[in-house]
């Protein structure tokens, strides 16, 4: 009992929460220019949308199970099994189908339509999503005023950005699909706290990600997609892809079984920046434009609104 207290003192530990949901959305934020080279080490053609699933399943399967996997040994010390029972089928599903099925579907295909640069920049969707339906769903994670302004202010960087000439304007296919993707993963993130009560964080991440996966694969599959491993390089970049997602699912998963939703998902708007680094550096996209670093700035502000405890720096003071 001592020990499963100070486990929830750790994860409730603001320093704590920061520092893994940072190392989190950095990963998150390698997956834009990894799943662009991923295409290229594929052959995978921006018009074979199948093939793109079957991309995506592929990487979340194998999420998946190195959850399940991790959650096996960890259960050796007599923790709970992550084992799918009758009474989890249903719950799982529906996360799984918001949070990987349906997120995924939508940015798999997207992403191939705008920037690296863009497509992290609109995961800040899934940031204010969560924050405005968190606040329906769970009492305690009430809505107020410096809230609303977090995400007024963070939806100004997304515009902000748009109105750069060189991006073209914003496109339903691409840029629009990108958006919808990131809806699904807010409400994804509102789930995976509402179904946490007598659940680990590694079986609710691990087969979230399996059934998900598996869900993509077989839809591409029907479509006529196929997975052709060229070279090493293929294999390399899947393993990456899917070795950082289950790494990242499971630390978030426990983050949101400990803490408010809102205290945990406005980090998504970290990602941006480190999608718009990592695009910079291994696509090329130029990313020192005034529009980036602005909507970068605004975006980021989002999280000290949303996040910041201003009675206890009045106390402070």
């Known amino acids: 009992m001592e ?55 592929a990487r979340f399967l194998l999420a998946g199970i190195i959850v399940l996997a991790a959650g096996f040994v960890i259960s050796s010390d007599g923790s709970q099994k992550p084992l799918l029972k009758k009474g989890d089928v249903f719950p799982i599903s529906v996360l799984s189908f918001f949070q990987t099925y349906g997120q ?29 339906l968190s606040a329906v769903v769970f009492r305690s994670d009430n809505l107020n005023l410096r809230k609303i302004c977090g995400c007024f202010i963070g939806f100004a960087g997304i515009f902000i950005m748009l109105s750069e000439k060189d991006n073209g304007g914003m ?22 706290k509402k179904i946490n009560v007598g659940r680990t964080a590694a079986q609710v991440a691990g087969w979230q990600l399996t059934l998900g996966g598996i869900a993509l694969i077989l839809t591409g599959l029907i479509l006529g997609g196929s997975l052709v491993f060229y070279d090493m390089s293929c294999f390399l970049i899947l393993v990456y892809l899917g070795t950082m997602a289950g790494t990242a699912f499971l630390l978030w998963t426990m983050l949101l079984f400990h803490n408010p939703v809102s205290r945990v998902a406005v980090y998504n708007l970290l990602i941006p920046v480190f999608g718009t680094m990592w695009s910079g550096i291994f696509l090329g996209e130029n990313i020192f434009t005034i529009q980036n670093l602005l909507s970068l700035m605004f975006v980021c502000s989002g999280i000290f609104l949303v996040n910041v405890n201003i009675s206890k720096l009045r106390k402070s003071k």
């Open 104 to 132: 995924y579907l939508f940015l798999y295909i997207g992403i191939v339509q705008t920037s690296g640069t863009r497509s992290s920049l609109y995961t800040s969707v899934a940031a204010f999503t969560s924050v405005l």
């Open 171 to 192: 496109s339903l296919w691409g840029d629009g699909l990108v958006i919808f993707s990131n809806m699904f993963g807010g409400i994804g993130n509102v789930i995976s």
């Open 3 to 57: 020990k499963s207290e100070n486990k929830k003192t750790l994860y409730t530990n603001r320093l704590f929460v920061s520092a893994i949901a940072v190392l989190c959305t950095m990963l998150w934020g390698t997956a834009f220019p990894a799943i662009k080279i991923g295409y290229n080490n594929f052959r995978i053609t921006a018009a074979n949308i199948p093939s793109q699933l079957m991309f995506a399943g």
